[in-house]
């Protein structure tokens, strides 16, 4: 089978809608000839990427691999054929949240003095990658630790920890707050791109009760509504300010890892400047 672009544009569609149907109808094609073209590719692959032994259609490891790979060809794909790419070629970096923290604003601006011709994009993108394994970025500032296959990690820095609660929280009179101190309280916990999982506590000393939220802002605001506490980095108190919170450190919980983060194989050609500069930066920042 030769493999054309239509047919990776089929399959995502597949993947994105989580049914055959559904996906043939946005695409207007037939479920007989979408099905054809999913089998031919798994024939192509030797692998299967679909299970169809559940009623809902579910992607296996396979076929999540393909997915986002194949997100990033046709992203790039994308980004080749648009005609405003011939007079500028912007660089993307995407983020979950905080950015480069307070090294976010010296970078922006040594950027733009030391690379006019190249437009640098920051872009928060509420996904685990931010973005960069779909292609919708070329580089990606992240936390905690990275596992996404088909990416290469750069240590920047590492942030330390601490609490977020409501101005009015008993915990606020205490200059340092301990992980036993929390598990008195329900614990908001950003599932999509944050740091803090309960495995940070022992099993028999876990908190009351948590509250998912999938990015930042639902996060915060939870914080701020009395609902729960939470546990961030010092990137958020100067990045994500609310007049109804306040920030202490976290005395019993080991740092963040902020990593640099780009996809193997060829990308962007400035996203090794923007790896040395974001390094300069920071030991600057540092001194």
Same mark, same amino acid.
Not at 97 to 122: I, K, M, Y
Not at 243 to 263: E, G, K, N, Q
């Given at each position: ?15 994105? %809608? ?35 032994s559940t009623h809902h259609l579910e992607l296996t490891p396979a076929g999540r691999t393909f997915r986002d790979k194949t997100a990033a060809a046709l992203a790039a ?63 990606? !500032? ?9 990416? !290469? ?6 942030? %330390? ?46 908190? !009351? ?46 740092p963040v890892p902020v990593v640099f983060a780009r996809r193997e194989g060829p990308g962007h050609p400035a996203v090794p400047d923007l790896l040395a500069l974001a ?9």
């Amino acid at each position: 089978m030769t493999i054309e672009l239509r047919h990776l544009r089929a399959f995502l569609a597949i993947a994105e %809608e989580g049914n055959i149907t559904r996906a043939a109808a946005r695409l207007h094609l037939g479920q007989p000839a979408l099905s054809r073209t999913l089998r031919r590719l798994e024939e192509h692959l030797g692998s299967r990427l679909v299970d169809r032994s559940t009623h809902h259609l579910e992607l296996t490891p396979a076929g999540r691999t393909f997915r986002d790979k194949t997100a990033a060809a046709l992203a790039a794909v994308d980004a080749a054929l648009d005609p405003r790419g011939l007079t500028s070629w912007p660089l993307r970096i995407g983020h979950t949240w905080a950015a480069f923290g307070d090294h976010t604003v010296p970078l922006l601006r040594r950027w733009d003095e030391t690379h006019p011709d190249v437009p640098l994009e920051l872009r928060r993108v509420d996904e685990r990658t931010a973005g960069l394994t779909q292609g919708r970025v070329d580089a990606a !500032v992240l936390r905690g630790a990275v596992t996404a296959p088909g990416l !290469v990690t750069e240590l920047l820095l590492w942030e %330390e920890r601490v609490v977020v609660m409501p101005s009015d929280s008993p915990l606020a009179g205490l200059s340092r707050v301990t992980l036993a101190d929390l598990a008195r309280h329900p614990v908001a916990l950003n599932t999509v791109s944050g740091t803090t999982t309960l495995d940070m506590w022992p099993p028999t000393a876990r908190p !009351v009760g948590t509250i998912e939220v999938s990015n930042t802002d639902e996060w915060l605001v939870a914080i701020a509504a009395g609902r729960a506490v939470g546990i961030s980095t010092t990137a958020t108190p100067r990045n994500h300010t609310h007049p109804s919170v306040v920030h202490r450190p976290l005395a019993d919980a080991p740092p963040v890892p902020v990593v640099f983060a780009r996809r193997e194989g060829p990308g962007h050609p400035a996203v090794p400047d923007l790896l040395a500069l974001a390094r300069e930066v920071v030991a600057a920042g540092e001194d």
